[in-house]
């Protein structure tokens, strides 16, 4: 397996990838590789080139752009829409939900979010989701925004595609269910998934969403933690999506 960095779009001069120093001691002291050893740099939008070691830390070499068959294609957006749960839980998030192919993250604030976020947390997500992109050999890194009330992200989103709101002692179906009615192998829409804290949404966010032309659906019979559910929920769609391809 060839190992892969992400880079800033700054960093490739022609043939030549400009490391920075956590780059270069991630490939060289953590990975062990050495001069001539190849690896490959990606821009986290689609990009990617194959790439060798020099003597000189700080450079790289760009040998040739990785072919589309070696790529793992990005599908039609996958966005999800969670609100925070408390402590550090939305690191795991973040991570599994990068494995799983999201494209966007709307951190939400809700009526019974516990969690007020520091200002570094959103640097510490992106790096959490690029790392992740990079060890699941995403070509693309997800986009996650700046946290900001459920009510405002919903009025600001103006998105096609199928739009699902999980809520738990629903009379809903389940989203399996409308996934395997609403997708089509001849057109895989963009998915939204709102996801909600632990105790849920409140009625009230509900029906906001609702007006928004959200569908409410259920997750199951249990009583799911909010990190379980936006990772239950987003294995629904990465699956009823492949089998679908």
Not at 100 to 126: A, M
Not at 140 to 158: G, H, K, Y
Not at 162 to 169: D, F, Q, T, W
């Amino acid at each position: 397996m060839v190992q892969r960095i992400t880079i800033r779009a700054s960093q490739k001069k022609g043939d030549i990838v400009e490391l920075t120093a956590n780059q270069s001691h991630y490939l060289r002291r953590v990975l062990r590789l050495g001069v001539g050893d190849r690896f490959i740099a990606q821009d986290g939008l689609g990009a990617q080139w194959f790439a060798t070691l020099s003597e000189d830390p700080t450079v790289a070499h760009v040998v040739e752009v990785v072919a589309a068959a070696q790529q793992v294609l990005p599908t039609a957006p996958l966005r999800l829409i969670a609100a925070l749960p408390k402590g550090n839980s939305f690191d795991q998030v973040v991570r599994q939900a990068t494995e799983l192919g999201v494209s966007h993250i709307y951190p939400v604030i809700s009526d019974r979010t516990l969690l007020k976020p520091k200002g570094n947390r959103l640097e510490r997500w992106r790096r959490i989701s690029q790392e992740a992109s990079e060890q699941s050999e995403r070509i693309t890194v997800p986009e996650i925004f700046s946290p900001m009330p459920v009510n405002m992200c919903l009025q600001q989103a103006n998105w096609e595609g199928l739009r699902y709101l999980c809520a738990a002692r629903q009379n809903s179906p389940h989203l399996l269910a409308k996934l395997q009615d609403d997708l089509t192998s001849e057109n895989l829409l963009d998915v939204t998934l709102m996801v909600g804290p632990e105790g849920g949404w409140t009625a009230d966010e509900i029906t906001v969403a609702i007006q928004q032309e959200y569908k409410t659906v259920t997750l199951g019979s249990v009583i799911l933690r909010s990190v379980t559910a936006s990772i239950t929920a987003l294995s629904l769609v990465a699956a009823a999506r492949e089998l679908l391809i």
